[in-house]
């Protein structure tokens, strides 16, 4: 009798705040999907043992284990080439996590890793905005600024898999001290906290009435909310932080000459306040032969949706293996 073709994968996305898994068919469908707090486990270890029990779950519930062909991971700082989540930033488990090899040993199957701008930009590409396309950047603007690009249909990954620190290029000399230890990092200007911070600034270098100085707690969302409402201090933010982003985004079209931008995560909801001094900003300084032949847009998938799918994608790419076989 010939083997079952296994016809589903787990996708798992790790961000900052939630774990995401789910099951995919093999017509991206999701079939079963959940989620847990991810900083409620402060070691590792008991990460992985934590998922892994919620994955083993999650099958038996949805037609078995002998199912399920393999797992793909979307995490912060991981190395597709090593496997290994290394110095995150933004996660508490500090040093070298080998994820894959923990996962697979738990687990006793298949295990593809991938950064979470990666597996974002496979999830648009397979999915969603960058469908069709061959040579386009996906940026990701959240807590942490990441990004992949693709070209000519392939992913860019670098020697090590850390292809893609947007976030971590230096945007202004000897500027803000970023997570990464170092200082003038686009993220420390554009990602949640440096958004935050240029609010901030912008209250203590005025004293011009605001409503972002009745919010006990900042967030990106509730200055665009104020933006909204027309406040001049939360436009301002926004247009200080586009136009940064449109300086960083201008010098990598410049290098890559891409089809286009695709704009992901929480930071790019900030529409018209963000977009459009950003794409003045890298009309300006972009290389001149590529003026107005780059669409800059946002993704219209579900960002949670989009990494869970991408991470599936990841997972139908890695060979097959079971300890059980």
Sequence with gaps: ??????????????????????????????????????????????????????????????GGYEKVRSIGISAPSVSSVTGCITNAANLQWKGEIPL???????????????????VAALGEYTYGSAHGMKDFIIISLGVGVGSCFFSQGREHVGTGGFAGEFGHCCIVADGRECGCGNKGCLESYVGANGVVRTAKD????????SLLRDIDKLTPRLIYECCEKGDALAIETFRQTGNKLGLGLANYASLINPQAIILTGGISHAGKY??????????????????????????RMD?????????????????????FK
């Design 1 to 62: 009798m010939d083997e079952e073709v296994k016809s589903k994968v787990i996708g798992v996305d790790i961000s900052i705040e939630r774990t995401t898994y789910a099951i995919v068919d093999i017509r991206g469908n999701i079939l079963a999907e959940d989620s847990f707090v991810t900083s409620d486990y402060s070691d590792a270890n008991e990460y992985v043992t934590a998922l892994s029990e919620r994955l083993y779950e999650m099958m038996e519930a949805n």
């Design 100 to 118: 894959a090899a923990l996962v697979r040993d738990r687990m006793g199957m298949a295990v593809a890793v991938g950064n979470d701008a990666h």
């Design 202 to 209: 912008l209250m203590l270098e005025s004293d011009e009435p």
């Design 274 to 299: 963000l977009l459009e001094p950003c794409r003045e900003s890298f009309e300006k300084h972009v290389f001149p032969n590529m003026r107005g032949k780059v669409k800059i847009v946002v993704s």
């Design 303 to 323: 960002n949670r949706e989009r990494d869970v799918l991408g991470a599936a994608a990841l997972a139908w790419e890695v060979p097959e293996y079971s300890l």
